[in-house]
């Protein structure tokens, strides 16, 4: 069975057990308008005993139509005043990300449990300070690794916990987008507000999710490449929009590829791009060789589909005795936020959701920055 833990790994059993829901509801608020903070906004309006009670972004005519279709009473156009304005018991980060270690740090330090959006922070030294605050208060911090709670990694997950395919001893694991670069010219490629490119964006969910399904092995040294061959010629921009416009020059990396040694001899292979020459499917993917066997989930579409079926390579008696296992959707965003909820109910667990373990995703993703700077392997 699976062990709690904290950012949001919590076993099914304890989840599904939330105690019975207190009087009043929780009041939340969301932090931020584009399309992660209305994931959150859905998430709240769904699940019972929470109040959706404001929302705060620089859009106003978006704000508003959402106070609307969320019935949000409250919308103000600027974090800060968002949390003097009103009282608030959990509040979610889904601004850019040099804004989550300031909000999360004012909100943790007025008593408010802070769920934010990944990656945590621009670098480490920001994510440890919201960790020190979160322990300091008292209260949860929450990083929403939504990828982790795919049904097929989560299958994927309690396969190699339950010993399928023996010991793991090598993985790779892939995030590749042809023409993604989320909005050229946006924060997403200024580096003073994103802090890093394809490594730190989406490079953040396939680390989190490859860790999580080889039960957190702990990482002793990295080696990194990153590239912007791409993105520094204005290619590889995607049509998505995101709310908040911006005139960036390409400061960050549209590919970067990992080599991730753990403490137990074992390894992972990371590659991970915005953009790059290649399939115009997105794939985002794991592999995984253990001593009695192999495991793959091929994700082809990624994001765009809900669950695919798991690969499972072994032999009986010597013979090839392949399989494959179907996987069911999983709840995504709603599941993260569900799990904050249920931590933020159990004050007993409030000490696992320190936003300690999203904090190591932080310090690797800096040691790979560092090693791809100064061309050598970095150890942790
Ligand atoms: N988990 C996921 O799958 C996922 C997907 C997309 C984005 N994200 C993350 O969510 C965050 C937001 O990404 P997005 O794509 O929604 O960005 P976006 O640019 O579309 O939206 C950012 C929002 O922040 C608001 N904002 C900016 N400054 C503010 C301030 N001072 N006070 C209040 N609001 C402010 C903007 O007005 C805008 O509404 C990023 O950290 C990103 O990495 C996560």
């Known amino acids: 069975m699976f062990q709690p833990d904290n950012d949001g790994v919590v076993n099914d059993e304890a989840s599904s057990s939330s105690p019975p829901l207190p009087d009043p509801p929780l009041r939340a608020a969301v932090v931020g308008l584009g399309w992660a903070g209305q994931q959150h906004m859905k998430a709240y309006a769904e699940l019972p005993g929470v109040d959706l009670v404001a929302i705060s972004g620089k859009e106003q ?11 949000v009473p409250l919308f103000v156009d600027d974090w800060s005043e ?35 959006e ?7 030294e920001e994510a440890a300070q919201m960790v020190q605050a979160a322990r300091a208060a008292g209260q949860v911090l929450d990083v929403a690794f ?3 709670r795919r049904g097929d990694i989560e299958a994927l997950r309690g396969l190699i916990a339950e010993g399928s395919i023996g010991t793991p001893y090598h993985a790779r694991a892939s995030w590749m987008r042809r023409k993604g670069i989320p909005k050229l010219g946006s924060w997403f490629t200024n580096r003073e507000m994103a802090g890093g490119g394809a490594l730190l964006d989406i490079g953040v969910h396939v680390l989190d999710y490859a860790l999580y399904a080889l039960g957190e092995p702990e990482v002793r040294s990295v080696s990194a490449v990153t590239h912007a061959a791409l993105g ?32 137990d001899g074992t390894a992972l292979v990371l590659e991970t791009s915005w953009a790059a020459f290649r399939d115009p499917v997105d794939l985002m993917d794991i592999a995984v060789l253990g001593s009695d066997g192999g495991a793959e989930l091929s994700i082809v579409g990624a994001t765009a589909l809900e669950a695919a079926e798991i690969r499972v390579f072994r032999d009986e008696d010597g013979r090839i005795a392949d399989f494959r296992v179907p996987t069911r959707p999983g709840r995504g965003h709603i599941k993260v936020v ?23 995703r932080a310090e690797i993703i800096d040691a790979c920055y560092r090693s791809a700077a100064e061309g050598r392997e970095v150890t942790l």
């Open 232 to 263: 520094s010629r204005g290619l590889g921009g995607s049509e998505r929009d995101t709310a908040l416009e911006g005139t960036s020059e390409f400061e960050v990396e549209d590919m970067a590829a990992a080599f991730v040694r753990f403490a």
């Open 82 to 116: 968002l949390l003097e304005r009103t009282p608030l018991d959990v509040v979610s980060i889904a601004v850019p990300t040099y804004l989550h270690a300031p909000v999360a740090i004012g909100a943790l330090q007025r008593g408010i449990h802070v769920l934010t």
């Open 146 to 148: 939504n990828h982790r």
């Open 61 to 71: 005519a978006l704000g508003l139509s959402l106070c609307e279709e969320f019935g």
């Open 338 to 360: 569900d799990d904050f909820i249920g931590a933020v109910r159990r004050p007993e667990e409030w000490g696992l959701h320190d936003g300690g373990r999203a904090l190591v």
């Open 118 to 124: 990944k990656p945590m922070a621009r670098a480490a």
